[in-house]
């Protein structure tokens, strides 16, 4: 086996591990750390596929800026220490796991049938890599780049006040 191969599969066990935890875990900050393992396995998917500036991008926005917002979410909000789990039915539970068959099987069929690109057909038709996308940022996008950027800012210091106001309520 090559090297690819093996790098595929591992990425791929550390991303359906990683999602199995983040689904069976009770407590909101294990699920959230899950879901970083999730993020930066399929970031390494993406870069071993080689379109690096995606996986790259996962990783900052996702792994993280999304991750990041999320513990942050939880320290600055109330939530009670016990966290409690509910016991799910047999029925309820017979029916997650034939949902997850079910999908698992059409999105088995669709990928299957689905042409992808080689990397032989990529370099050919001449694709922006990650040097021209930073390019097109720094030059045309500029205004776009920094816009987002305020939104986002904006955005968190707007969940800090709210999150300050109900404390203060009280």
Same mark, same amino acid.
């Given at each position: 086996?090559?090297g690819?191969?093996?790098a595929?599969f591992v990425?791929?066990?550390l991303?359906?591990?990683g ?28 870069i ?13 926005v996702?792994?993280g ?8 979410g939880?320290?600055l ?8 789990s ?5 029925v309820?539970?017979w029916?997650?796991l ?9 999105l088995f069929m669709?990928?299957s ?7 032989? %057909?990529?370099s050919?038709?001449g ?23 305020v ?16 404390a %203060?309520?009280?």
């Amino acid at each position: 086996m090559e090297g690819s191969m093996i790098a595929f599969f591992v990425l791929a066990a550390l991303t359906l591990g990683g999602a199995m935890m983040m689904l069976s875990s009770v407590r909101v900050v294990h699920m959230i750390f899950s879901m970083a393992l999730v993020f930066l396995a399929i970031a390494g998917l993406y870069i071993l596929l080689g379109a690096e500036f995606v996986g790259i991008v996962q990783i900052v926005v996702y792994v993280g800026a999304i991750t990041v917002l999320a513990v942050f979410g939880i320290m600055l909000t109330r939530h009670d220490a016990q966290e409690t789990s509910k016991e799910r039915s047999r029925v309820s539970r017979w029916l997650s796991l034939s949902t997850a068959v079910l999908l698992f099987i059409v999105l088995f069929m669709a990928i299957s049938q689905t042409h992808f690109f080689s990397l032989g %057909d990529m370099s050919q038709n001449g694709l922006p890599g990650i040097r021209e996308i930073g390019m097109l940022f720094i030059s045309h996008h500029v205004y776009t780049f920094e816009l987002a950027s305020v939104l986002l800012l904006s955005a968190f210091v707007g969940a800090i006040v709210m999150a300050k106001g109900d404390a %203060d309520d009280e």
